[in-house]
């Protein structure tokens, strides 16, 4: 054995093996914690849109004298009336509130005519009801 191979033979370090196998071990740990981080922010997506129907239908009666039907698919939370929709919308943390004119649109169509992003919960409700006022008067 020449010296040269002896000394590599001696020296204990990583293989293409080993190295593959920290590499695959550190992508999987990172993938685990992308897909963590987006559960979580699903879920506060989720709570931020349960939290806007509950505060949206607390008063039935003010709702049913308007003609108004409150829903809620997944993320987004809406306020359906025959001739507007205004519906919020949350993603990454954030809602985007849009008003739909439904008498110029085809049924089930309507384009957003207004559209604001919100950070809160409290912020969205807020601009459903200026556009509420904006569609009632």
Same mark, same amino acid.
Do not use: C
């Given at each position: ?7 590599? #033979? ?8 080993? &190295? ?26 989720? &709570? ?39 519906? &919020? ?15 110029? &649109?085809?049924?089930?169509?309507? #384009? ?26």
């Amino acid at each position: 054995m020449t010296s040269k191979t002896k000394s590599s #033979a001696e020296k204990p370090g990583l293989n293409l093996k080993d &190295a593959f196998e920290v590499e695959y071990a550190r992508r999987e740990l990172e993938r685990r914690a992308r897909d963590e981080a987006e559960r979580r922010q699903q879920e506060a997506d989720l &709570a931020n849109a349960e939290t806007l129907l509950n505060a949206l239908s607390s008063d039935p009666a003010f709702l049913a004298e308007r003609g108004l039907t409150v829903d809620r698919r997944r993320y987004t939370v809406s306020i359906d009336h025959d001739n507007f929709r205004i519906a &919020a919308y949350w993603e990454a943390g954030k809602g985007s509130v849009t008003a739909s004119d439904k008498r110029t &649109a085809l049924p089930g169509s309507a #384009a957003p005519r207004k559209q604001e992003t919100v950070e809160s919960v409290e912020d969205a409700l807020r601009v459903m009801a200026q556009y509420l006022v904006d569609e009632t008067r």
